[in-house]
């Protein structure tokens, strides 16, 4: 039965009576745990801008570029799942390092690549990595922190990484660019990979395999499902690849079409398959939990459409508004700051209202600061309203990553962390993949640059507060079950 956390008390800026201090070690793991997850949510950002100098220094053409975004993109968001329960069953600390590893090792090939295959080599590796790191790196932080205070800081103290990542990669993406050239993008993933990876095996807890417990009471050896992670895996791959490549070229494409419809069969034996399965990778009781179910609709939806957000002012500022790089790199440059602030909030918030209400207020909040961005037109003046509108979206944003990722994982036993740590991981993979293909194309296509913004706009905030209402009466319902 899940735990709501209307009770808890609020995380104050001092600790209060009855809520032990962080020990200086559990800030280290903390760190630790915290600059993993930071440094694969700047990998999503900071090759962006560096796109076009790239492809002229290893001879990629323009619509190859596409791959050095997707290549990364396919497998962290298609083995998270599997990678998730892995840990659960074998050991989080020792796949997390190995994540870290492999991640460490292939950013250097990528700094280092020589032609286009090396260098997809290693942004396909990075992937992996990153997969490995973030449902273990979550597991981790989840199951060092008990439930409550503490935990809801910690998670504050990750989303806001994570979102800070996220913004700071658009930022030094293009600065370091411009000054040292594109490879420096990869350089400074692969030095933050030199300072966690050393830090990381003394100050991690062990984690010991959990299998099933056997007639005696001892756990047997622990059984993969291997069905279901082919089948999971190889559909999200499929998924992944088509809103990707979508993105770019359109859902006409022959192979769009093929992969959108193997991933969308594949998901489906999945179910099925874990429906049949003695022990499941995912566990169907788990998904008919409905602070799970909804709660990763939440993020699913506050993801996406965020995601989408952002790219269509990108777009704007500098195609309508004509600012420069830098310029646009100030606007989102504020997002991160109040990103930060977000985060420093969320859990006083969370104490004082509860996981699920903050969700569902955070949504509400996200969805109509984005309607505010239909006043956009082609003066100078608005450029200030979508540095506001933005950058109050994502406050709203961010109390919405935390407060998602705590109503799924409450309540959930520490031997199935992983498994909802890696849901809450895969949704937030999904929804950065699917918000531009879906809804951002609407603005690259339409004849009318300025008027494609107000139709993505108006989508976006119609969907976020539609889920708002959605998952609060749905969550309303849960609670008065618990």
Known sequence: MAIDTTTQTSPATTTPPGVPRLSTREKLVLFVLCAAQFMVAL?????????????????MSQSALQWAVTAFALPSGGFLLLFG?????????????????????????????????????????????????????????????PEGPARDRA????????SLGFTIGMVAGGTLTDTF???STMALLTVFALIVLPLAPGLLPKTPPRGPQGAAGAPERPRLDVPGAVTVTTGLLSLIYALSTA??????????IAALITGLVLLTAFAIVESRSAAPL???????????????LGGLVTFSMMSTIVFVLTLYLQ????????????????????SVVAGTLAPKVIGRLGARRTLVCSLTGQGALIATLLLLDTHGWSAWLATAAVA??????????????????????????????????????????????????????????????????????????????????ALRRAQSRT
């Open 43 to 59: 990998d999503f950002s900071v090759l962006n801008v560096a796109l076009p100098d790239l492809g002229r220094d290893l001879g």
């Open 85 to 145: 329960r892995v840990g659960d069953l074998f050991g989080r600390r020792g796949l997390f390092l190995t994540g870290l590893g492999v991640f460490g090792a292939a950013s250097l090939l990528s700094t280092l690549a020589w032609d286009p295959a090396s260098f997809l080599a290693g942004r396909a590796l990075q992937g992996i990595g990153a997969a490995a790191i973030v449902p273990t790196g979550m597991s981790l932080l989840t199951t060092t922190f």
């Open 155 to 162: 998670l504050g103290i990750s989303g806001t990484l994570l």
């Open 181 to 183: 050239g594109w490879r």
């Open 247 to 256: 993105a770019d070229h359109g859902f006409g494409r022959a192979d769009v």
């Open 282 to 296: 995912v566990s169907l009781p788990m998904l008919r939990r409905r602070t799970v179910a909804w709660g990763n």
């Open 319 to 338: 195609e309508i508004l004509r600012l420069s790089a830098f310029e646009t790199g100030l606007v989102f440059g504020v997002q991160g700051l109040l």
């Open 392 to 473: 109050l979206a994502s406050m709203c944003h961010l109390g919405a990553i935390i407060s998602y990722g705590l109503t799924v994982t409450s309540g959930v036993p520490d031997e199935e962390q992983g498994l909802a740590t890696g849901l809450v991981t895969s949704t937030q993979q999904v929804g950065i993949t699917i918000g531009i293909p879906l809804l951002g194309v609407l603005a690259t296509t339409s004849g009318d640059l300025l008027s494609g913004v107000h139709t993505v706009v108006a989508l976006d905030a119609a969907i976020v507060l539609a889920a708002a209402a959605l998952i609060g009466l």
